[in-house]
């Protein structure tokens, strides 16, 4: 347990359905990030939020849509997906987003596996 | 844009020897972490050494740097059966609302035991 939980682990979708993914971190970190992890790919940033507000936007498709209600909980929702978005979806925390060296020292979680048919 | 790559690829080594992974990087950096990941699993933060630092030991981890070769290695001594995962550096660069985190693609170490 890193104090990052990601729900749900396994998750199977068709194309057009509507899912999302949630994590929470009780770590009291300020900052929390979305990264893609496809096989032979390095790990892709997608989101980032420092105090709630989002920072970093890495030029997702609007089929993927971040929310992040507090510096606590994020969530991923998921609509309208291809074959191609098949992945593992990794949420992190980190004290903040910017300035000083541990800043970025990230706690992940164990990952939401997706497959889209 | 890719800013870390590690060498080798893939390596396999029997239990109780050192292994080695090398991480190149191409523009200027703050600090550099290696991050270390068990099949199917999140990453677990190893360690981090800033630009001004040349080595750094975590008990079996020493973790050189090379700011002017952009290069850093981690050397994992006495490997053992459970060190077997993928191992991924990540350089940080400051500046903006959120300073610049970017992975490798990381080293897949297996270790016989």
């Known amino acids: 347990e890193t104090g990052v939980t990601q729900t749900p682990r396994h998750l199977v979708m068709g194309m057009t359905n509507k899912k999302s993914l949630k994590c929470e971190q009780h770590?009291?970190?300020?900052?929390m990030y979305w990264y893609k992890q496809s096989a032979k790919k390095p790990l892709e940033l997608m989101f980032v939020y420092n105090f709630k507000e989002q920072t970093e936007n890495n030029s997702v498709p609007s089929r993927f849509s971040p929310e992040c209600p507090n510096s606590s909980h994020l969530f991923l929702h998921l609509h309208t997906l291809q074959p191609e978005d098949s992945a593992l979806y990794l949420c992190?925390?980190?004290?903040?987003?910017?300035?000083?060296?541990?800043?970025?020292?990230?706690?992940f979680g164990a990952g939401s596996r997706l497959t889209v048919l | 844009s890719q800013q870390g790559e590690e060498d080798p690829q893939a390596l396999s080594i029997q239990e109780g020897e050192n292994a080695t992974m090398n991480c190149s990087y191409k523009t200027s950096i703050n600090n550099l972490q290696w991050y270390r990941q068990n099949s199917g699993r999140g990453l677990v933060h190893l360690i981090l050494?800033?630009?001004?630092?040349r080595e750094k030991h975590s008990g079996r981890l020493r973790v050189t740097l090379d700011t002017s070769k952009k290069s850093s290695s981690l050397l994992i001594t006495a490997s053992r059966a459970a060190d077997t995962a993928s191992y991924f550096c990540a350089t940080i660069t400051y500046g903006g609302a959120t300073n610049k985190l970017i992975f490798g693609t990381g080293t897949l170490l297996a270790v016989q035991p």
């Open positions: 770590l009291g970190h300020n900052a």
């Open positions: 050494i800033r630009s001004n630092e």
């Open positions: 992190a925390s980190s004290p903040w987003a910017q300035g000083v060296s541990g800043a970025n020292v990230l706690t």
